[in-house]
């Protein structure tokens, strides 16, 4: 048997924690319960040093297992591919095999399994870890040839083997997939079709089909007669087919109509729509290849786009194309913002807004028209625009960002402020303003006003975040530790966030020195009950005082209030108090296991194992080594019946498997 020390095999030293960090608790375990049915047969272990074996799931898979620079890899002819538990317990048989002194045969070279292992990676190329090329030991005991194919990607090694077939069993193996899969069929029959037809003859009937699209679901045609949804495939087909007969220009008229029948139709969907979005998606793709190649002037192009994004409310635009990177000039800027400006002017104009209203209000009108207008240098034009936008009923608050964008700071703030006067906002707007002030603020380097706004925030819904973002802003104005007693104060004591509002001259304070912005009208949504414990430990945690946590834990415990406390927190508790207060930890940490093991499901044993391992970390480094095999003792005692949960106790052993 090759090897049989850590000196020449490089899984001989493997640990319970190492298979665990490479396939995971719940698949190491279940891999461990594989090996113990003795569904491990045939392991070998090549002349690389690679384990092969037939593993007996749901059927026989081929699996094999290499270690390389330190760290394990597995392929499978099973569905999952690759660190999968089939992986596991052939690693585990071999442990098994070195630990008994059983010796492990050598494969010979044409082991079927090396051949299986090598179509199943080509099938599964998108699950392997390394996408691109294949370890060396295995691909040479699988191909059998020279080092020279063992840079191939599995893609390229299927695609070798196609070209070594001869015609006749490629014809025998295409019609071998078209009878297993239909749609490839389809696709192949379509392509026939496409090839042998008249452009204008394809034209014609793709207008039809795309006009037929706003008659309503459920006409025969363009849709798949097997199915009730539109056949999309059919039509992008014959996008790329006119596109690449040299018909651009009708592939993009087609486009449009094929984007507002298309819209029309996902509206009248009662079921859901994703997988024809999907397929809409991919002839829209099609169209903006179109576009390149039309003869439309740049900023129509541009305009054309454009007018799909402000009309997408279903997602139907790619977002991955690249189409407003250009290149484009200042001129093709320009005339596109020309283009837009006129598109608004026309409907007040003729004093009829009313369909195109919605697109030119819109925060993404207002975003491509001056991102347009700064691409073409027309800076004072993008300013005249905003500032006569923003005296309108129904603009975009969006235009009072690009205000304090451009350093408009007065303009911005009597905006702010006609809105802050009006009364029976709606907490939308609250939020906005918010923003907005925040905004302004930082521009002009006020973190006073901004520690106001902040407390208002953390009065109105009182959190850690909140908390955080308050501390920063009042340790930027230099006012945190008046803010800090006020707050605290407001969280110990029974206090509601109006009593923290005191009046100085005509203006209200807040927490005792912050301006009151009135941007939030201070209607809690969360309400406190002092003393908060909740949030005066997370307080205690954040701030890193494990003498503050451990008051307000105990505290809370005397007050019979502990229980409220979420199991997250607490587990957070027990890590702030584990290295200076570790028997306190220890004593919060065993019930966070027996409540998680209650619940008997796999995620909980998981959360319970790592508490488990915090425990016994903590009695290691105060060397309780007893009281740790008296804990785990316990532990195997109460719970003997969850043979789920002592599998995974075997996790805690960090010795060598060979070892145990």
Not at 63 to 90: E, I, Q
Not at 514 to 533: D, Q, T
Not at 597 to 625: C, F, V, W
Request: hydrophobic content about 40%; aromatic content about 8%.
């Amino acid at each position: 048997m090759p090897g049989n020390s850590g000196d020449t095999d490089p899984l001989w030293n493997l640990s319970w924690n190492d298979l665990e960090t490479w396939v995971g608790s719940k698949t190491l375990v279940r891999g461990r319960k594989y090996m113990r049915e003795h569904r491990v047969g045939d392991l070998s272990r090549t002349s690389g040093g690679e384990l092969v074996a037939w593993v007996t799931g749901s059927e026989n898979y081929a699996t094999a297992v290499a270690a390389t620079d330190g760290k394990l890899r597995s392929w499978c002819t099973c569905p999952v591919g690759t660190s999968c538990k089939h992986a596991v317990a052939t690693v585990l048989e071999y442990l098994d095999s070195l630990k008994n002194g059983v010796p492990v045969r050598t494969p010979s070279d044409n082991d079927p399994r090396f051949s299986l292992i090598t179509r199943a990676m080509a099938a599964h190329e998108t699950d392997l870890p390394f996408p691109m090329s294949l370890p060396k030991g295995v691909l040479s005991e699988i191909c059998g040839e020279s080092g020279s194919r063992t840079e191939l990607s599995p893609g390229e090694l299927l695609h070798a083997h196609f070209e070594s077939l001869p015609k006749a069993d490629l014809v025998v193996l295409l019609d071998e997939l078209c009878n297993e899969y239909p749609e490839i069929r389809q696709n192949i029959l379509a392509q026939h079709v496409l090839d042998s037809a008249d452009p204008k003859t394809v034209l014609e009937s793709l207008r039809t089909d795309i006009n037929a699209l706003a008659i309503g679901h459920g006409v025969e045609e363009p849709w798949d007669r097997l199915s009730e949804d539109p056949d999309y495939s059919s039509i992008n087909e014959r996008f790329k087919m006119l596109l690449a007969s040299g018909f651009a220009d009708d592939v993009v008229k087609c486009g449009l109509d094929l984007f507002r029948n298309a819209t029309i139709m996902i509206e009248e969907l009662d079921e859901d729509e994703d997988a024809i979005v999907w397929e809409i998606i991919a002839c829209i793709q099609t169209v903006f290849l179109a576009l390149d190649k039309s003869a439309l002037p740049v900023p129509e192009r541009m305009m054309y786009v454009a007018d799909l994004e402000f009309d997408d409310d279903y997602g139907l635009c790619p977002h991955d194309h690249a189409f407003w990177n250009g290149p484009f000039t200042k001129d093709d800027w320009s005339r596109f913002a020309d283009l837009l400006i006129a598109g608004r002017d026309a409907g007040q104009h003729t004093g009829d807004m009313s369909e195109n209203y919605r697109v030119y209000s819109s925060e993404n009108y207002y975003r491509k028209l001056f991102s347009a207008l700064d691409a073409a240098g027309r800076s004072e034009d993008a300013i005249r625009i905003c500032l006569e936008a923003a005296t309108k009923p129904g603009y975009s608050p969006t235009l009072v960002s690009y205000l304090i964008q451009w350093k408009r700071y007065e303009d911005a703030r009597q905006w702010i402020g006609r809105e802050n006067q009006r009364e029976h906002r709606h907490h939308g707007t609250d939020v906005i303003l918010h923003d907005l002030m925040r905004k302004l603020w930082k521009e002009e380097d006020d973190w006073l006003h901004i520690a106001g706004l902040q407390a208002e925030e953390f009065l109105t819904f009182p959190s850690i975040q909140g908390y955080r973002e308050l501390k920063m802003a009042s340790e930027r104005a230099g006012v945190w530790p008046g803010v800090s007693e006020s707050l605290m104060d407001y969280l110990v004591q029974d206090k509601k966030p109006r009593s923290c509002i005191s009046q100085s001259g005509n203006d209200e304070i807040i927490m005792g020195m912050l301006p009151r912005s009135g941007a939030i009208s201070l209607r809690p949504e969360r309400m406190v009950r002092a003393p908060a414990y909740e949030l005066l430990l997370a307080i205690a945690i954040d701030e890193k005082d494990p003498d503050n946590v451990l008051a307000w834990y105990d505290r809370a415990v005397a007050e019979k209030r502990a229980f409220l406390l979420s199991t997250v927190l607490l587990e957070e508790i027990a890590d702030a108090l584990m290295e200076k207060y570790p028997q306190q930890a220890l004593t919060i940490r065993k019930p966070i296991v027996e409540a998680y093991l209650k619940e008997t499901k796999p995620k909980s044993y998981e959360l319970a194992i790592k508490q488990i391992r915090n425990i016994k970390e903590t009695l290691d480094h105060q060397d309780q080594h007893p009281a740790w095999a008296l804990y785990l003792a316990e532990l195997k005692t109460n719970h003997k019946r969850r043979k789920l949960f002592l599998d995974m106790l075997l996790l805690l052993d960090e010795r060598p498997i060979v070892q145990q």
